[in-house]
């Protein structure tokens, strides 16, 4: 009974331990609220910004939203989550927000905070984002970049797309580069796939995309006949990246 009593009266000290730890490892992280929850350092994967506590709240998030958004048709509100990101050179977080509207519906926001306190919509797209991600590469002189990975398609298709995408000096959301990750389609009775991924090469500032097409059976999925892959050469000029010919 004592050592169950001490264990008890331990593991939270244990716990507040590691909480804190946790917290130290991550003061270089951000604050991640899902549907007014903040969740836990742990469950963030972003670095480059500052860990932030500024108290925004869906509400408000959804009265931007409604005094500020683009769109004529109703926000479908219930599948809204914002993260607070340090997207810019500058010492306040921005926010970001989706909302999540269905498989290929959705919406895409960043507001950025004004000198008296108001946050201002500085970018809107009807675009279903399915992720966001600081990228782990830096162009020379960029401010991070972001992968924001859409999700596309209608009857038949399903396309899901890289974005990278960051704040440059104007202060413009800018799309550096666009890249398809995955693209099924139906074409001619078979499902026509391709399957696509990046990388940047650091040394030189170029980024890599290979591609893989292939065609496969609209009853099981399976591949028919031969794959093809091909590959592009992308270099940084004037803030995008241009294929190289
Ligand atoms: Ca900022």
């Not at 604050?31 to 903040?38: H, M, Q």
């Not at 500024?54 to 769109?71: A, C, F, H, L, S």
Request: net charge negative; hydrophobic share 35%; with cysteine.
């Amino acid at each position: 009974m004592k050592v169950k009593r001490s264990l008890r009266v331990l593991l939270p000290i244990l716990g507040a331990c590691t909480i804190f730890v946790g917290t130290a490892v991550a003061s270089n992280s951000v604050g991640l609220f899902v549907n007014d929850k903040a969740l836990s350092p742990k469950e963030t994967k972003l670095d480059h910004s500052v860990n932030i506590q500024t108290g925004i709240t869906k509400d408000m998030v959804e009265d931007w939203i409604r005094k500020q958004g683009n769109e004529k048709r109703d926000y479908y509100f219930d599948g809204l989550s914002f993260e607070e990101m340090n997207v810019d050179g500058d010492s306040e977080p921005e926010v970001l927000v989706r909302i999540d509207g269905g498989v290929h519906l959705g919406d895409f926001f960043i507001f950025d905070k004004q000198s008296n306190g108001s946050y201002k919509l500085i970018f809107e797209k009807p675009w279903h984002v399915e992720s966001w991600n600081i990228e782990n590469f830096r162009a020379d002189g960029m401010n991070p970049l972001f992968n924001i990975v859409t999700r596309t398609g209608g009857t038949g298709a399903d396309v899901r797309e890289s974005h990278l995408m960051y704040m440059n000096d104007s202060g413009v959301w800018t799309e550096a580069w666009k890249g398809t990750l995955k693209d099924r389609s139906v074409f001619q009775g078979k499902y026509h796939v391709a399957m696509g991924s990046y990388q940047f090469n650091d040394d030189n500032g170029e980024l890599f995309y290979w591609q893989t097409e292939m065609d496969a059976s609209l009853e099981d999925n399976k591949q028919e006949g031969d794959s093809k892959t091909t590959m592009k050469i992308f270099n940084l000029q004037q803030g995008k990246f241009i294929e190289k010919k």
